[in-house]
């Protein structure tokens, strides 16, 4: 089974930029969607970008600009650039691969913007 963990959560000052990454346990082939969500508290979880197989992307509107999905196939990770952070993407963030029609989760990272 895949296992995917998070790592580059913290506190940023606003305006400020943070990168996380996940590594999945394994090589993944074959047609999959890997991504990252968020959710803060009282709040549902939300995409926040994904990246197929094929390379194709896609981000929340509320991101669009600031944030970018990257992967590094080598290192079977998955990279979110986030600048011009805002108090309102202070959320945990987790990974998602999507595969052969199941749902895989990292426990998630925080992270929290304020000053």
């Known amino acids: 089974q895949v296992q995917l963990v998070e790592s580059g959560g913290g506190l940023v000052q606003p305006g400020g930029s943070l990168r996380l990454s996940c590594a999945a346990s394994?090589?993944?082939?074959?047609?999959?969607?890997m991504g990252w969500y968020r959710q803060a508290p009282g709040k549902q979880r939300e995409l926040v970008a994904a990246m197929t197989s094929s390379g194709s992307t896609n981000y929340a509107d509320s991101v669009k600009g600031r944030f970018t999905i990257s992967r590094d196939n080598a290192k079977n990770t998955v990279y979110l650039q986030m600048n011009s952070l805002k108090p309102e993407d202070t959320s945990v963030y987790y990974c998602?691969?999507?595969?052969?029609?199941?749902?895989?989760w990292g426990k998630g990272t925080l992270v929290t913007v304020s000053s």
């Open positions: 998602n691969l999507y595969l052969v029609g199941r749902h895989y």
């Open positions: 394994e090589r993944i082939f074959g047609t999959y969607t």
